[in-house]
């Protein structure tokens, strides 16, 4: 198979892995104070990602190191067009980080008010930018052979902001759904709770997104070149009313699960889309950075694609066993007894 193709589709799998285990931890901050209604219930919220959140971020350093070895002029150009968004969302993450190491380090009620506060913050801003960011790819970014002409305000043009709206309650529901997971009692029974008050706002801004990209973007033209990938466009919309259909039986689990293949289909079906794009030009198609105008040499792709098929499954392994090691609820008898507690 063209190694172009490899890369461009291990680069979905690398944006797809992240959302999908970052997703219900950026949606757990935003709901921070919502689900948490004293300080036990947020401490058990914090502790149900504590073990496995910053293993997530790993997905996120390899998708854009494989975006910086594969293409790197899509990297260069990416992250000097979109400096202030990335650099917006980077401090985010930072912040968020350093909310949970910091947050139980004083007991004062405003210490932790504070770094509550941050966790909400800087769960959102990440949502909403990297939704923004990629509503932006799929619409196209106004670039010619001056470079790119917009700003950060043109980023938020009424298609970005949809995306970035479908981000957020994309997790918000992932979240909610985890948070039902991990936790027992009051706090597990809201959660759900939540899940299912979030479930409908999530399908009206789905619907309205798939109808937008029609006019907004060219995403549908390979789907009409070739019907068979509409069956993953089709798979997420599914995955999304099985959400509703097994929180309505009391599949907790199940509905999770859906709702992982939920943001797994959307990711794909954005690449599916783009493909051979990846930041396309909505000025002139000459200027659109393609996975062959913008990756590295054929030598290096080889290399890459040796080392990816080594290491990508160990890694895959590790995180199977970091989740099946933390597998089952935190509540507030498990911390009492956990030294090691956030």
Known sequence: MDLHIVWFVLWGVLWG??????GFVLGGGMLHRVLGRDDTDRRVLINSYGPVWDGNEVWLVTAGGATFAAFPTTYALMFSYLYTPLLLLLFALIVRGVS??????????????????????????????????FGNIFAGLPMDEAGYH?????????????????????????????????????????????????????????VGFLGYSYFATRLYDNYLAAPVFAVVPL?????????????AKGKTLAAFTASCATILGVVFTGVIGLFPNLIPSNLDALYSLTIYNSSSSDYTLRIMTFVAFIFVPIVIAYKIWVYRLFRGRVSAETLAGDHEAY
């Not at 892995?17 to 970052?22: H, V």
């Not at 139980?104 to 960011?133: H, N, Q, R, T, Y």
């Open 150 to 206: 917009g700003s950060l305000i043109y980023l938020l043009n009424p298609y970005g902001v949809v995306s970035g709206l479908l981000f957020v309650l994309l997790f918000l529901e992932h979240g909610a759904l985890y948070a039902a997971l991990k936790s027992t009692g009051a706090l597990s029974r809201r959660a759900e709770e939540t899940a299912k008050a979030t479930w409908i706002p999530l399908l009206v801004v789905a």
């Open 17 to 22: 892995g992240y959302f999908m285990l970052d």
């Open 235 to 247: 798979l997420a919309v599914a995955a999304l009313l099985a959400v509703r259909l097994f929180l």
């Open 100 to 133: 949970f190491e910091f947050r139980g380090k004083e007991d004062g009620a405003l210490w932790k008010g504070c770094w509550d506060w941050a966790i909400v913050i800087s769960s959102f801003i990440p949502a909403l930018l990297f939704g923004v960011a």
